[in-house]
C-alpha cells in the first residue's frame, strides 16, 4: 500500500499494470460545526482533491465507489449531494471527468448492520445481550464487507483506477480481503491528522 501524503509523487513506472484503488477516508461536518473544525474540513478536501490529482498521473480514475450507497450514476449523486456536500464535490469532479458512479452496497446488508449499531448504542445493563447483538454486529459487518470486496473485484477491471471514499476503519478490513492485483493508494493529507486530533481533543473534553 502506498500512502499519499507522505510520498512526493507515486512511484508511476512501478504501477504501470495492474489495478490501482485510491482510497479517500471519508470524514463528516454539518452547517452547525464549529467554525474551527470547519476550517479544518475545507482544508481536508482541498488537500485530497490535490493529492488524487497526483495519483491520476498513474491512472486517470475510471470507476468511484462511495460509503453507504447502493445505487449507481445521477441517483447516487444526489444521495451523495445531500449527505455530505465537501466529498460530494470531489465526487462530481471525478465523475463529470468520465468516472463510473458504481453502486458499492446492498442496501439490506448495510441497514442490517446500522440497526445492530444502534442496538449496540442502547444496551446498558446485561453484559450477555450485548455479546449477543455484538455476534449478530460481527456477522452483518461481515456479509457487508463480502459484498463491498465483490463489487470492487468485479466492477475494477483490468489496469483501471478507481477511488473508494469510506471511513478508515472499514476499509482498513476489506482492504486485506483484496487480490494482489489491485494495488491500494491511501490518500493521507496532513489535515486528516488534525481533524483526527481535534475530535478526539474535544472528545475528551466531554468526558471531564
Not at 452547517?31 to 482533491?49: A, F, G, K, M, R
Not at 444526489?78 to 466529498?87: R, T, Y
Request: charged letters at 30%.
Amino acid at each position: 500500500m502506498e500512502t499519499l501524503g507522505k510520498i512526493d509523487k507515486p512511484p508511476v513506472e512501478q504501477f504501470k499494470t495492474g489495478r490501482k484503488l485510491y482510497c479517500v477516508p471519508l470524514v463528516y461536518s454539518s452547517n452547525d460545526s464549529p467554525q474551527d473544525y470547519l476550517e479544518i474540513i475545507n482544508q481536508y478536501w482541498t488537500q485530497v482533491e490535490e493529492h488524487v490529482n497526483m495519483l491520476e498521473k498513474v491512472e486517470k480514475i475510471s470507476k468511484i465507489y462511495f460509503e453507504s450507497i447502493s445505487v449507481s450514476g445521477e441517483e447516487a449523486m444526489q444521495i451523495i449531494k445531500e449527505e455530505n456536500e465537501k466529498a460530494y464535490k470531489l465526487v462530481k469532479i471525478k465523475y463529470e471527468s468520465g468516472g463510473q458512479l458504481q453502486a458499492l452496497e446492498d442496501e439490506e446488508l448495510f441497514n442490517e448492520r446500522m440497526d445492530w449499531m444502534v442496538c449496540m448504542a442502547v444496551v446498558g445493563r446485561s453484559h450477555t445481550v450485548l455479546a449477543k447483538i455484538s455476534k449478530f454486529f460481527e456477522e452483518a459487518n461481515k456479509k457487508r464487507d463480502d459484498h463491498i470486496t465483490k463489487q470492487i473485484v468485479e466492477t475494477l477491471k483490468e489496469n483501471e483506477a478507481g477511488m473508494l471514499v469510506m471511513n478508515d476503519q472499514d476499509r482498513v478490513r476489506i482492504q486485506s480481503q483484496f487480490p494482489s492485483d489491485i494495488h491500494v493508494f491511501l490518500v493521507h493529507p496532513r489535515a486528516l491528522d488534525d481533524i483526527y486530533r481535534w475530535l478526539r481533543d474535544h472528545s475528551s473534553s466531554k468526558i471531564q
